[in-house]
Every structure is written in C-alpha cells, then in structure tokens.
C-alpha cells in the first residue's frame, strides 16, 4: 500500500475543533465530577417515576440519611417551616436522647478518605432544644478515621436561634472505602440541620473531582457542550433545567430531580427503576461550567431550552404565543450578559461576586437539544424568534440549530432544508447545525465520506456520536477497541472535511460505575479510580494532532478504503510537521509506504499508537489492557501499521 503526500494544501482546519459533550446523564454530575461526598445534602431528593407524558415524584427527603446505632437511636424528622432557603423547604430535625447519639449519609457506594489527605466539612445547624456541641467523622466498622470537634454557637436564653454556618477540617489516619459520614450530638437535645457537605481539600477550585478534571485536561479540548442533552428539555417542563437557578451560593440552588431517573421505565418495573432518586444538587452549574472551561482551555457551548419538554419522553410545551415562551428567550439574553457583561450589569454582577470579575468569553450559544419540527412542534419558527431576539443585542453569538436525533429520517431532511433556506438570507443566521449519531462501527465505515458531498453554506457540529457495538445500562464493556477504531476511521473523514464540519464531540463523556443507565461511554470511574476506554485515547489523538490545515489526498483515501485502511494527513503550519492518520481495521499487520513532496525526507517519525484486539475494553479493575503507545524512531520510508490499530504519525 503507498500514500503520496504531496504537501498540496486542502481545507483549513478550526482550531480547537475536537471538544467535550458533558451532559448529567450516568451520574456525571453530583456523584461524578462534582466532588461533593455527600449524597442529598440538602434533604430535597424525590422519587422519580412516570413514562411518556405522565411523570410524578415523591418527597424522600431522608434519602441516603440514616441513624447511627452505636448510642442507641435518635429520632430523625425531616421538617418543613423555618428553612435555610425556601427553595429547598426541607431539613432535619435530629433529637438524641443520650450523649452520642447522632446520623450517617451513605454517600453512593460508601466515603472514600485517602491517608493524610484532608477533607471540608461545612454544614448549617440550629441548635432548637440544645446545649451542647458535635462531633463530625467518617466511621468504618465503629472506627473513626478522621474526625473533628465542633463548639456550637448558642442563642441567649428567650432568643431565636439562627441558622449558623460550621466548618470543620477531617484528616484521613488512614485510607478506608465503603466509610460513613456522621454527625453526633455531645448531649442530649435537638438540632436541625441543613446542606451538609463533605468535599476532598484536593478539589479542583474547591468544586472539580481532581482525577477526573485531569483526565478532561488532558484531552486538551477545544470546547465544552453543557450541560446536556436531554435534562436541558427535561421530562416535563417545570423539571426542565432552569440556569439561573445554578448560579449563586450553592446552598441557595433549587434542587431538581434528573430527567434520567425515569430511563427505561416500563410496565414491567412498575414504572420506577433503581435510579429513582437520581437527583440534581445543582452544585455544579452555569457558572462552574464556564470556570471549568476556561480551566480546562476550552471554549464555553452552552445550550438552553427552547420551551419545549424533551420530544422523545413529553408531549408539553409553552405555545410561542403564551407570554410564558419569553421567560426563555429572556433566559438567552441573560445568560450572554451573565457570561460576557460588564460587573455593573445585573448578571455580569451576579459573576463577578461569585469570583470572576472578567467576562468568560462566550461566543456560542444553542438553540434547544436534540430539536426537531413536527405537526404539533413549531422549532423552526422557535429558533427564528431566539435567532432574532440574541442578534438584535448581540449580533456576534454564533448560534448552534438542530438537525434532530438522528441523520436517517424526514426530520433530519426537512431540518437541512430549513437552514439552507434561510441561511442566505440573513448573515450569522446559524454558525453550525447540530447532528446526532450513535450507530454500529459497521456504519462508521461504511460512512467516512459522508460529508465529503456536503454543501458547504452551513457548517455542521458533529455534537453527539459513538460506536455502540452494542449498549444498554452498566456496560463498560461496550466501550471495545473496535468501537474506537470505528471512530477513528469516521473521523478521518470529519477531518478531511474540515470546510464544513467545525466541531466535534464524543457523547457521553462519564458513566458511574454501578450507576449508568448509558453505554458506552468515554470515561469511567467509581469512588476513588477513573481511567479513559479506547475511545478516549481517540479523541485525545484527534484533540492534540489536528494541524492547522488538510493535505489534498486526491483521491488516495479511496483505495485505501477498499483494503479497510482509512487515512488522513494534514499540516501544522505553525510546527511545519505533516501528521498521518491511519486506521487498519484488518486482523493482519499492513504496510503504509510514505512519500513526499516538496524535496521533504523526513529522518525520524513521532508514533502515537492504539492496538489489540477489536473485543478488548479497559475496566475499573484493568483499567490499562488498552492504553497509547508513544515512540520516536527512525523513519525508513513506511509505516507499519498493527491488526486493529490506529496510528497517528508526525514527521518534522
């Protein structure tokens, strides 16, 4: 097999086109990379249930909270009446009857302390009918491994006693999993509590899960999609995803329940699931996913709801004539002058008291998840009164459409139809329109080229794709090396045709051991590991060696095809490096024979590699069986490519 590299110039390449989709879907979130330990904290969480059209909940404020036995019981009340923020009416009433008697919070699979680190306690109390103070610690089998003393703070005798804010610092004397945190009275009496929190001193910005923000880091993406996906529509529209109710102290945010705690509801299960209690803390909102992106480089997506309720799982909507619908336009506009107001503003204040005085930068914005027009949806003529209201007052937010679920159907057509008819007529009408594909790797290659006829008047974000050799709740051995590779091949022609397709992003980004209703997806982690599967190292490989513009193959990449290699090369203009792509989807070794143009003879070579066996995945207990391979050697004239391997090749 040969390539000839002629150093022609194709298409340029977007900076920064390979990103991130982070959606709250498999306990990405709160138990994810939010690091808060503790699970309910404010006494909120509801039971989901409900199927298309009929979705109910049912207050469990004690959720995750249970009475320590040690001292004997004490009584647990969760109450209403005088709370720390009425939008979170509940907290608990804790009456010991004995010295020592206190609660535990089960915190998913249990708290995870490493030796000698150090972890944040903070939590509201009120002392009603009680005089003395509390001891908080995290306990294994009857034995504290870290603790702190707390001195309470006692109204004068015929005062009220006010909500007080208590802090306290807890070192691990050991590591320990599967642990309680729990909180005990030093005598007999009555305490309320509310928003209890535990978070790991190692916190990103005291709000990111350390491991898993590095591995995000490392993918070196070029922006971040947030905060879905489905649970910006939400099941009904009141459970929708209100952003300004994200910002703020994170004690003063609305709980909500997760539109994925009702997934696969069925007659069967009586139409509740174990992820029932699946719920939002909000913790981690609009304003720590605009941190997160500029910590992490990337350029901020948000995506906001269009006054429709997810059109796969609700048939409710706010009609465009109902004064209600510009509740979310108004919502649009705000969250600019949030994101890029001056500190003098009414958001742009609201940013800066939170810690960031400077604007964040945004400059794109997406028009509803997932959308698409039908007899009874009108999101057309949605994203034509969104479009003109944020271009009357900023005319330079580059605005995301929807070509709906999928890139098969009628909707898909008549969504194209849609944008190539009024793109022309209006400058800035649509930046790139949003495509949706989770297919076999079969369909992966069978389709490299397909953008290859696109028009290009329209640019596209490919926003949500993944290789599903197959799928279904829990299954992190869905992520294979061949689902990856398929990827990879598809990519190739994503790159190739860079004049159209602007952005790109894997979908979903993080699934919870034991807690996904989602597979496959591109990292994995339980209480204390996360690793990256095949198809992480993927999109690594694509994020760090794009080049600034494609090489013209005329042609080439077709009969390679045709002996299931699948390539790509462009050049990084800055670098003055030409960078390979090659895919062998074949069970045998291939030889790729190299040559340039131009006078270049390149000595040497960079060799990023991902091989094995097409059915090998990574896993929580073998979370290296599929890992890149990084060498430098001597370059003779070819490449050799590995059975089932993708190679990304850098010449000087």
């Not at 904290?41 to 298309?52: H, L, P």
């Not at 009425?86 to 004995?98: E, I, K, Q």
């Not at 006693?161 to 005598?187: C, H, M, N, P």
């Not at 997406?366 to 009108?378: C, F, L, M």
Request: proline fraction near 5%; charged fraction near 25%; include cysteine.
């Amino acid at each position: 097999m040969e390539l000839y590299l002629s150093g022609k110039k194709g298409v340029p390449i977007q900076k920064g086109m390979v990103g991130l989709f982070f959606e709250d879907i498999n306990y990405a979130a709160d138990g994810g990379l939010y690091a808060e330990m503790i699970e309910n904290r404010s006494f909120e969480f509801v039971d989901c249930y409900g199927t298309v059209g009929d979705y109910y909940t049912k207050p469990d404020p004690g959720y995750g909270w249970s009475a320590t036995q040690e001292h004997g019981t004490g009584r647990m009340e969760y109450v209403s009446g005088s709370p720390l923020d009425r939008v979170n009416p509940h907290y608990l009433r804790f009456t010991a009857d004995h010295a020592g008697q206190g609660f535990a919070n089960k915190a998913y699979d249990g708290v995870t302390l490493k030796k000698g680190e150090s972890y944040h306690a903070v939590f509201y109390a009120r002392c009603a009918r009680y005089q003395g103070d509390l001891r908080v610690a995290v306990v294994k089998d009857r034995r504290e491994i870290a603790a702190a003393d707390v001195a309470c703070v006692h109204a004068p005798e015929g005062t009220w006693q006010k909500w007080v804010r208590y802090e306290a610092a807890l070192t691990a004397q050991e590591d320990v999993r599967g642990a309680q945190f729990t909180i005990s009275l030093t005598e007999p009496g009555a305490v309320e509590f509310d928003f209890i929190s535990l978070m790991p001193a190692d916190a990103v910005e005291g709000v990111f899960r350390k491991d898993l923000f590095e591995l995000l880091k490392g993918l070196k993406p070029g922006f971040l999609r947030f905060p879905g996906g489905c649970i910006i529509e939400g099941n009904t529209l009141e459970n929708r995803y209100r952003w300004k109710e994200s910002v703020g102290r994170p004690e003063h945010r609305r709980s909500n329940f997760n539109r994925w705690a009702v997934h696969e509801t069925n007659p069967e299960n009586g139409f509740h699931t174990c992820y029932s209690h699946y719920n939002q803390t909000l913790g981690l909102g609009y304003y720590e996913y605009f941190l997160l992106c500029e910590k992490i480089g990337a350029k901020p997506l948000p995506v906001l709801s269009v006054g429709l309720a997810c059109q796969y799982q609700s048939y409710e909507l706010v009609e465009m004539d109902d004064p209600a619908f510009q509740e979310f336009i108004q919502d649009a506009l705000d969250l600019v002058e949030f994101a890029n107001g001056a500190a003098d503003t009414k958001w742009g204040a609201l940013r800066a008291e939170m810690g960031h005085p400077e604007p964040f930068g945004l400059t794109m914005l997406g028009i509803g998840n997932e959308q698409w027009q039908t007899e009874k949806v009108d999101f057309f003529a949605r994203y034509q009164a969104f479009e003109q209201a944020i271009h009357a007052k900023y005319p330079d937010i580059r605005l995301i459409g929807s070509a709906g679920p999928d890139i098969t159907s009628e909707r898909y057509e008549m969504a194209w139809k849609f944008y190539h008819e009024n793109a022309p007529k209006k400058e800035n009408f649509v930046y790139a329109v949003d495509e949706h594909y989770y297919v076999k790797p079969e369909w992966f290659y069978d389709h490299t080229d397909f953008y290859d006829e696109y028009p290009r008047d329209v640019k596209v974000f490919s926003g949500e794709y993944a290789a599903h050799p197959f799928n279904g709740m829990n299954r992190p051995d869905a992520n294979t090396l061949g689902g990856a590779l398929a990827e990879a091949a598809f990519l190739t022609g994503v790159e190739r045709n860079a004049d159209v397709v602007v952005l790109a992003s894997y979908a979903p980004l993080f699934a919870r051991v034991g807690y996904a209703q989602w597979s496959p997806d591109m990292i994995w982690f339980d209480d204390s590991r996360a690793y990256g599967t095949p198809s992480y190292y993927v999109q690594k490989l694509y994020g760090e060696n794009l080049g600034t513009v494609t090489l013209a193959l005329d042609g080439q990449e077709k009969a390679l095809r045709e002996q299931e290699v699948y390539v790509d090369a462009t050049l990084d203009e800055t670098s003055g490096e030409i960078i390979v792509k090659a895919v062998n989807h074949n069970a045998q070794e291939k030889e790729l024979a190299l040559t340039f143009g131009e006078g270049r003879a390149p000595a040497s070579v960079k060799l990023y590699t991902l091989s094995g066996e097409e059915s090998d995945y990574n896993c929580i207990t073998d979370p290296d069986r599929v890992v890149l391979q990084e060498k430098e050697l001597p370059f003779a004239g070819s490449l050799t490519l590995p059975a089932n391997s993708f190679v990304v090749a850098r010449f000087a």
